[in-house]
């Protein structure tokens, strides 16, 4: 397939620039795939659209501060963007203001800059995670076009945050509450998470023209046993899942393409079957044409032109009624990317 295919105008007005006073109040497009369907609602109006039985998924990674200022030498600015540790004190950055040198950041810590075969690497003598809270801000992406604030700590994340590694919020859980997750358990709907770590492949341009040609980076992902067993029960029981965004999806179809067929029923302990819990890394592109094998339903934001998101979302209810969303979308005034509004499809 294209990349254009998955091009489309996008005024600047509508891209959220601050997220709404109350998380749970945004705009929820609700797209019912077999009725090629669309209703508007309200996020907190979600429950409506879940049943008992179901499976509802969050992806609990923490976003770290992982933007961190300083200068060089001469006292020009420096900006680093860290993306991975791969050695003790020693990380892949994407930085501006520096090809190559010593950097110093705030509480006298410094590093040095480094490229080699493309890669840019930072390694300093101090262990940054420790002081990532001083040092560091929330990553915010480059299409917010103004300063983090202290809010910024708390609403670019979820309320169930609680493994640090992401460089990026799993946005589509933004929108939920406690209130409104004690809300969604009390109707009888199952609540697990799973751990993806949101790194800069689930940004990274897509530079080739066939899609299929797009190779994404490795991500860190972890299924937790009692996640596991969750989807495995429903699945043999024809209960659905529910994913809370791009980055559960990725993870649960990455983990069941490396399980067996499913067969009911489930051996003893809940290992075997859809899903097997335990960690891994993916860099499954998932496209049209895709086969899901385990998610019913998705939650999630509305995508950037050209972007891996917004190509793994249309292959959920098909690019043909996603497209049509998306310009209703705009017609009617949705917010979008991050801290944007939100979609239900069903």
Same mark, same amino acid.
């Given at each position: 397939?294209?990349?254009?295919e998955?091009?489309?105008r996008?005024?600047?007005?509508?891209?959220a620039?601050?997220?709404?006073?109350?998380?749970?109040?945004?705009?929820?497009m609700?797209?019912?795939?077999?009725h090629?369907?669309?209703?508007?609602?309200?996020?907190?109006?979600?429950?409506?659209?879940?049943?008992?039985?179901?499976?509802?998924?969050?992806?609990?990674?923490?976003?770290?501060?992982?933007?961190?200022?300083?200068?060089?030498?001469?006292?020009?600015?420096?900006?680093?963007?860290?993306?991975?540790?791969?050695?003790?004190?020693k990380?892949?950055?994407?930085?501006?203001?520096?090809?190559?040198?010593?950097?110093?950041?705030?509480?006298?810590?410094?590093?040095?800059i480094?490229r080699?075969?493309?890669?840019?690497?930072l390694?300093?003598d101090?262990?940054?995670k420790?002081?990532?809270?001083t040092?560091?801000?929330?990553p915010?992406?480059p299409?917010?076009?103004?300063?983090?604030?202290?809010?910024?700590?708390?609403?670019?994340?979820?309320?169930?945050?609680?493994?640090?590694? =992401?460089?990026? +919020?799993p946005t @589509?859980?933004?929108?939920?509450?406690?209130?409104? #997750?004690? %809300?969604?358990?009390?109707k $009888? *709907?199952?609540?697990?998470?799973?751990?993806?770590?949101?790194?800069?492949?689930t940004?990274?341009p897509?530079?080739?023209?066939e899609?299929?040609?797009?190779?994404?980076?490795e991500?860190?992902?972890?299924?937790?046993?009692?996640?596991?067993?969750?989807?495995?029960?429903a699945?043999?029981?024809?209960?659905?899942?529910?994913a809370v965004?791009?980055?559960?999806?990725? =993870?649960?179809? +990455?983990?069941? @393409?490396?399980?067996?067929?499913?067969?009911?029923? #489930?051996? %003893?302990?809940?290992?075997? $079957? *859809?899903?097997?819990?335990?960690?891994?890394?993916?860099?499954?592109?998932?496209?049209?044409?895709?086969?899901?094998?385990?998610?019913?339903?998705l939650?999630?934001?509305?995508?950037?032109?050209?972007?891996?998101?917004?190509?793994?979302?249309?292959?959920?209810?098909?690019?043909?009624l996603?497209?049509?969303a998306?310009l209703?979308?705009?017609d009617?005034?949705?917010?979008?990317?991050?801290?944007?509004? @939100?979609?239900?499809?069903?």
């Amino acid at each position: 397939m294209k990349l254009s295919e998955f091009d489309y105008r996008l005024p600047k007005e509508s891209i959220a620039q601050y997220p709404v006073k109350e998380r749970d109040s945004s705009m929820l497009m609700v797209i019912h795939r077999n009725h090629r369907t669309i209703e508007h609602r309200i996020f907190r109006d979600i429950p409506e659209y879940l049943q008992r039985g179901d499976v509802l998924i969050l992806n609990d990674t923490r976003v770290i501060p992982a933007r961190i200022y300083g200068k060089k030498t001469t006292g020009g600015k420096v900006e680093v963007l860290l993306i991975k540790e791969f050695q003790p004190n020693k990380w892949e950055v994407i930085v501006k203001g520096l090809q190559n040198g010593t950097v110093a950041f705030n509480n006298g810590i410094s590093g040095h800059i480094s490229r080699n075969n493309g890669t840019v690497t930072l390694t300093s003598d101090h262990d940054i995670k420790e002081i990532l809270n001083t040092i560091g801000v929330m990553p915010l992406p480059p299409y917010i076009k103004r300063p983090v604030n202290q809010l910024d700590a708390r609403q670019y994340q979820t309320v169930y945050a609680e493994k640090d590694g =992401a460089i990026a +919020a799993p946005t @589509a859980g933004l929108h939920f509450t406690k209130e409104l #997750l004690e %809300k969604i358990k009390e109707k $009888g *709907v199952v609540v697990r998470k799973l751990t993806l770590h949101v790194g800069y492949g689930t940004f990274k341009p897509i530079s080739c023209e066939e899609i299929e040609n797009h190779h994404m980076d490795e991500e860190y992902y972890e299924i937790p046993e009692q996640t596991a067993h969750a989807i495995n029960c429903a699945k043999s029981e024809g209960r659905r899942i529910i994913a809370v965004g791009t980055t559960v999806t990725r =993870a649960l179809e +990455a983990s069941a @393409a490396k399980s067996p067929p499913f067969n009911s029923p #489930l051996v %003893k302990g809940g290992n075997w $079957g *859809v899903i097997k819990y335990g960690s891994g890394k993916t860099s499954i592109f998932i496209y049209p044409g895709h086969k899901f094998k385990v998610i019913d339903a998705l939650v999630t934001n509305f995508h950037l032109p050209k972007s891996t998101p917004l190509i793994l979302t249309s292959a959920f209810p098909g690019i043909e009624l996603l497209k049509r969303a998306y310009l209703e979308a705009l017609d009617k005034g949705y917010r979008f990317f991050s801290y944007g509004d @939100a979609m239900l499809i069903i």
